[in-house]
């Protein structure tokens, strides 16, 4: 029988609506910690440590990480639920979709890189035998050695909003040889795996919202609009305009904030890498995100 993956878990009762929350590459179920306490009265919220990134499980493809998800769901006796992506979560999150739809009420795919659109010249580079690997054992590696500065950490808190302790805690996971596996198995995966998915983005059915920051420097900014076309749950102006949101379709911001628009939209990787999908800004903020 295949164990679950380890598990953040709000206290919520099962009656409530059932939310499955899964992170990016890099990244952990502690990614979501601050979007469970905002939601925790009003759903049962799961997030998962993803196949690899527990330190423990072995890295998996797409299809290993839709089944890994799934074990989640039956271990918390939750037969359906809204399923969250971020970023490679995304893909995870769409391919979950197409091949379990009865699991499924709603998907969630947020600065998703989850069709090839998503994918630019570093990525394919990141898969060359030799060349890729030490590229992103170089990029953890630097990004983990950051994080472990005081100084950094602190500058980095302030600026992009986020816990110190969760900083630290990154640091920590990236340079090692665990993160480094994952992250070179799920970079091949992409290359394979997202080809297959954009054939089975139409027999998506459950309700489907693509969120997109408007700043986000990993996934382009074409890549949501190309992935929600086809997707038959998401929604219609979403699938037949090829034009960016206007500004009225954008949220907005809770507050006038000085210090905001001095920063600018956070949704760029906060250790400043090109590639590291995960590494965006934890969702818990109301920047300037568009919903397509």
Do not use: K
């Amino acid at each position: 029988m295949t164990e679950p993956p380890s598990a953040c878990l709000a206290p919520a009762p099962t009656a409530r609506p059932a939310l499955l929350l899964l992170h990016g590459q890099p990244g952990g179920a502690r990614d979501w910690n601050r979007v469970i306490a905002e939601l925790s009265d009003q759903v049962t919220a799961v997030a998962i440590d993803r196949p690899g990134w527990d330190g423990d499980s072995r890295p998996e493809d797409l299809a290993g990480n839709a089944r890994a998800a799934l074990a989640a769901l039956d271990a918390r006796g939750i037969e359906r639920a809204t399923i969250v992506g971020h970023s490679l979560g995304g893909a995870v999150a769409a391919w979950l979709a197409a091949e379990a739809p009865d699991r499924v009420s709603g998907l969630v795919l947020a600065a998703p890189a989850a069709n090839r659109a998503s994918l630019e010249w570093f990525d394919r580079w990141l898969t060359f035998p030799v060349a890729g690997p030490l590229t992103a054992a170089a990029s953890l590696t630097g990004l983990g050695l950051a994080l472990s500065l005081a100084p950094v950490r602190g500058w980095l808190a302030r600026e992009a909003e986020l816990d110190i302790a969760y900083l630290r805690t990154a640091g920590r996971s990236l340079p090692t040889g665990w993160a480094r596996h994952a992250f070179a198995v799920e970079q091949r995966s992409l290359i394979h795996d997202l080809p297959r998915l954009e054939d089975r983005l139409s027999v998506i059915r459950a309700p489907t919202w693509v969120v997109t920051g408007s700043a986000d420097r990993v996934v382009p900014a074409s890549a949501p609009q190309a992935l929600a076309r086809p997707i038959p749950g998401a929604p219609d102006h979403a699938r037949r305009s090829r034009a960016p949101a206007s500004p009225a379709a954008r949220a907005p911001p809770e507050r006038d904030d000085p210090d905001r628009r001095r920063r600018g939209d956070r949704t760029q990787p906060a250790g400043g890498g090109r590639r590291l999908r995960g590494a965006h800004r934890p969702l818990t903020s109301r920047s300037d995100a568009r919903i397509l």
